[in-house]
């Protein structure tokens, strides 16, 4: 289970987020969904964790942007 404050790291990169980067897991939505830190004050990426893994889901018309994947550390 995800908690707020866990540490996650970049498997799989995009524009958005740097592959090895660590990130910070912030406010827990529910058991699926939580949001990740990405720098100071409130801005976050809502993150989902199910049977595939952990990801921030880009639904580009164009699918021009990859999802990114991490790992709880």
């Known amino acids: 289970m995800i908690k707020s404050g866990d540490q996650l790291k970049c498997t799989s990169g995009n524009d958005f987020f740097s592959e090895g980067s660590i990130y910070t897991v912030g406010n827990?939505?529910?058991?699926?969904?939580?949001q990740i830190n990405i720098?100071?004050?409130d801005e976050h990426w809502y993150a989902t964790k199910d049977s595939e893994g952990i990801y921030v889901r880009f639904d580009l018309e164009n699918h021009l942007?990859?999802?990114a994947w991490f790992a709880l550390l």
């Open 39 to 41: 720098g100071l004050g």
């Open 28 to 34: 827990i939505i529910n058991e699926k969904f939580f």
């Open 65 to 67: 942007v990859n999802d």
